[in-house]
């Protein structure tokens, strides 16, 4: 069964930078769709991003086109979301998550435990 570890929240202040990292317990590119989704209290559920399998086509959400950006190293079984310019309403726990299908779905086939993220100054 497929694990995922996160890492690499913390806090920052508004306009800083973060990288998250999803550590998969074996390979990805070419059996999964990887994607970062978040969730604030209070809020929904929102997708962030999502790297498609095989071909390591990306997709973003409106909120943080052009601010983040996700890569997946596969020699490292890893993949890293670059968080720039973060704003508050960035603020949420992170999740990375696997689907088996070419993407990314809101019903993952597996999820890892979060990474919190908090912006403020």
């Known amino acids: 069964q497929l694990q995922l570890v996160e890492s690499g929240g913390g806090l920052v202040q508004p306009g800083g930078s973060l990288r998250l990292s999803c550590a998969a317990s074996e390979r990805t590119l070419d059996y999964y769709a990887i994607g970062w989704f978040r969730q604030a209290p209070g809020k929904e559920r929102e997708g962030v991003s999502c790297?498609?399998?095989?071909?390591?086509?990306?997709y973003y959400s409106a909120s943080v086109k052009g601010r983040f950006t996700v890569s997946r190293d596969d020699a490292k079984n890893t993949v890293y979301l670059q968080m720039n310019g973060l704003k508050p309403e960035d603020t949420a726990v992170y999740y990375c998550?696997?689907?088996?299908?070419?993407?990314?779905?809101?019903?993952?086939?597996?999820r890892g435990q979060g990474t919190q993220v908090t912006v403020s100054s």
């Open positions: 998550t696997a689907d088996r299908g070419r993407l990314c779905t809101p019903v993952n086939d597996y």
């Open positions: 790297i498609s399998k095989s071909d390591n086509k990306t």
